[in-house]
């Protein structure tokens, strides 16, 4: 049935767990809409035959429709769309809800290429590696205009826009290659600007990794774009911040500065100046670099400079992933996922 409407449809395979769902709901509204445009054809056809003018001097008669039937009129459309919604809305909360589990990647789009950068290491161009069976957040910005990173195959698309991260997730359950595209029209090579999902089996997934990380390309595998030795992201990240001057404002040791310290700061609920917290996640860290007046914290002065146009995108993801490396202790999180970083003492 599936597969004999998705061929109906004309849909691209299945590749992710939410295709699956986001085709049923669709083949769901589709059929019922077919039904119920069907059942309005056969009653207008029904009220014709039935009901039309006999002769040309007969009164048209009045009719009193009974109650229950203006119920149903009314009930049956309505309870259906309150259906979809309701269906809908939970699916919209699951797309939009990453585990915290997920494997983080970056994502950059630039005039015309995706690069995806993994915290601990490596990067690549245009080829996105990812191991089966496990949920995958992809934190996804642009260096220059807005693009659209989007797979047809998972049925998954979302706007990279310059100076903001957004998050999106999917889980590919079985090995296999999908198409990306970029679907915002970005300027002359657009349509060039292709890369691809490659799914592996979580095993040859480490062994990819592993392999990148000591430089080594492995035989039948994308090879990534890196120098032999890729830094992580932290410890770049470390290095703009030096570089950058925010050191002179923020520690690391969890003593506050001029501005608070980012120790322990992401995933921690923020009081906000005026009111309100924050949750303290990729958007946000982004948000206070780019537009620290946006959201000012409580307790400190809104003295900080806006870094929009100032910081690269990479360096902005690098920032981030070193303010997450700074955490005591970061609960619901597998150690093994990423080693905790150790700040240099200063
Ligand atoms: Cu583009």
Known sequence: MNELLRQLFFLPEQ??????????????LFLTTLAVAAGIGVTGLTFLVRYHRRTALAPTPRLVAPMWLEGLFIGVPLSLFLLWFVLGFR?????SSPPRDALDVYVTGKQWMWKFTYPGGPSAIDTLVVPAGRPVRLLLT????IHSFFVPDFRMKRDAVPGRYTDLWFEAPKPGRHLVLCAEYCGLDHSQMRGEVVVLKPADFEAWRAAQLGGVPVAGLPGAA?????????IRGEHVAAAQGCLQCHTVTGAPHIGPTWLGLYGRMEPLEGGG???ADEAYLTESMMDPVAKV???YLPVMPGYHGRLSAEDVGALVEFIKSLHPTRPGVPAAQEPAYVPVRR
Do not use: C, I, N
């Open 15 to 28: 590749g992710s767990t939410f295709a699956v769902k986001v085709d049923h709901l669709h083949y769901f």
């Open 142 to 145: 642009s260096r220059d205009v």
């Open 91 to 95: 699916q919209y909360v699951w797309v």
């Open 297 to 299: 914290v409580a307790g």
């Open 226 to 234: 890196t120098a032999p030795r890729p830094e992580s992201m932290a």
């Open 277 to 279: 917290r924050v949750l």
